[in-house]
């Protein structure tokens, strides 16, 4: 039996990690899986590495980040003769420069990907922009393989106790965000920005606002929202286990998914959007990425620019004024779980993934 080294650079419970497993569950009993996940043992850790490639002679290395643990498991591969696989889903190096980073660490991004890409037998990549710009750069053998949906997920229905504890008792309709609310000084944003600046917009109407998500940035959304007067109308949820993803994301009448129009936002499915259609929700998103390629039209919000867009609040604001004025259109998100049944379900993504492996292995 032919073995397959994983190299996942998170942690165990990452939604990294859980792509990874889902995404490689078909290979589970023709093939002989050996996992890596990042874990705090420092330098023993790159010993662990050597020693358990050298002893399993793995026939193929697939990394899911291209980092130094990936780089280092890739390069102990080409010199076993075993092949190697790239799972990415963001321009590294466009990524380290919108977060503002110095030289040398945009230099190692590039180091890690470039090296890495080139090296690959295969690169499986989430949005099909970002296999148009790795096949403009040279690079062949590239998949889209989108963020997956668990099928149980699908079809979810709201849970009204829930709903009572998050939202009350209001009659409103609900308006939500879900991502990682990372701050970046340079965009002076993170996920969920929009969301507070559409409640201080529209506070002549019934609304209420749900984030779901932790990181940096509650704390800047907060003061805003403060600032705003809207605090009120706004539930942070933080952070919630991946199984409890739909129960939280079908308390959302409205889900935005919102990305910058640059190279950083075009090559991205985003995670948040299989689960939004999964949940058979009323998507409005901004026209970038995958989104644009598989939402209608009436879904999709123009979005200026690398950077903030001010503007952007204001035309998420009118698409939202006119849906709580016309509440049935809120129904045409259910064509979601069909589209998710054909594009992103992980039963169906992870058979494009065996056929990939299979290929690269007889190849």
């Not at 949906?149 to 009572?164: E, G, I, K, N, Q």
């Not at 999709?300 to 690398?306: I, S």
Request: with cysteine; net charge positive.
């Amino acid at each position: 039996m032919n073995t397959i080294y994983l190299v996942v650079p998170y942690s165990p419970e990452s939604i990294v990690s859980h792509r990874a497993r889902r995404l490689t569950k078909d290979l589970v009993g023709d093939y002989r899986l050996r996992w890596f996940f990042k874990s705090k043992r420092g330098w023993r850790r790159w010993i662990e590495i050597a020693l358990e490639i050298h002893n399993s002679r793995p026939k193929l290395i697939y990394a899911f980040k291209p980092d130094k643990w990936a780089f280092f498991a890739f390069l102990l591969g080409r010199m076993i003769g075993a092949k190697r696989m790239l799972d990415t889903g963001d321009v590294r190096v466009a990524l380290a420069r919108a977060r503002g980073a110095g030289f040398s660490a945009c230099w190692t991004e590039h180091l890690f990907e470039v090296g890495m890409g080139r090296w690959a037998d295969a690169i499986t990549v989430r949005g099909t922009e970002h296999r148009r710009y790795l096949e403009s750069h040279g690079y062949r053998n590239v998949f889209v393989i989108p963020d997956g949906v668990d099928p149980s997920h699908s079809r979810y229905r709201c849970d009204p106790a829930l709903r009572r504890k998050i939202v009350g008792d209001r009659e409103v309709v609900t308006v939500g965000v879900m991502g990682t609310a990372n701050w970046s000084r340079k965009r002076q944003m993170c996920y969920g920005w929009e969301l507070v600046e559409v409640l201080a917009l529209l506070k002549d109407l019934p609304l209420f606002g749900i984030m779901i998500g932790d990181g940096s940035g509650l704390s800047h959304l907060k003061r805003r929202a403060d600032a705003s007067g809207v605090r009120e109308r706004i539930a942070f949820v933080g952070r919630i286990p991946y199984e409890d993803v739909p129960r939280y994301v079908s308390l959302m009448d409205i889900a935005l998914s919102t990305q910058t129009n640059d190279l950083v936002g075009q090559v991205r499915t985003t995670g948040k959007l299989p689960e939004y259609l999964a949940c058979a929700r009323y998507i409005l998103a901004s026209r970038v990425g995958e989104a644009k390629f598989v939402l209608p039209e009436e879904m999709l919000v123009p979005y200026y620019g690398a950077k903030r867009d001010d503007t952007y609040p204001e035309r998420l604001a009118r698409r939202i004024r006119l849906l709580v004025q016309h509440r049935e259109r809120l129904k045409r998100g259910r064509f979601g779980p069909d589209l998710v049944s054909e594009l992103f379900d992980y039963q169906v993504l992870s058979r494009k993934v065996r056929r990939i492996v299979e290929r690269v292995l007889v190849g």
